[in-house]
Nanobody
Framework: QVQLAESGGGLVQAGGSLRLSCAAS????????LGWYRRPPGKQRELVAS???????NYADSVKGRFTISRDSAKNTIFLQMNSLKPEDTAVYYC?????????WGQGTQVTVSS
């Protein structure tokens, strides 16, 4: 099992910034990808950004140029720096860890962007 603990959500005005953190613990061996997803109100969960163990990055088109995913491998932690936030970025943000045959989710952290 992999445990994921998110932190850093909150309320921010449009144009502001937030930084999310996700600490991974437990059986993290063979984890191939870590990432962030979000579920906007009334919508399905969607990929925001991901990073593989080889350092390959992937971003949703809607956040390119505004969000940056990074990791601290020594601390088994990933971050999501979110700049120039928009009201449409309002969502519950979930940390995600993938292994070849398993997927793990954090409990989520709320991000609310006011206009």
């Amino acid at each position: 099992q992999v445990q994921l603990a998110e932190s850093g959500g909150g309320l921010v005005q449009a144009g502001g910034s937030l930084r999310l953190s996700c600490a991974a613990s437990g059986d993290i061996f063979a984890t191939t990808t870590l990432g962030w997803y979000r579920r906007p109100p009334g919508k399905q969960r969607e990929l925001v950004a991901s990073i593989t163990t080889t350092g390959r990055l992937n971003y949703a088109d809607s956040v390119k140029g505004r969000f940056t995913i990074s990791r601290d491998s020594a601390k088994n932690t990933i971050f999501l720096q979110m700049n120039s936030l928009k009201p449409e970025d309002t969502a519950v943000y979930y940390c995600n860890a993938q292994k070849p045959t398993s997927i793990y989710w954090g409990q989520g952290t709320q991000v609310t962007v006011s206009s």
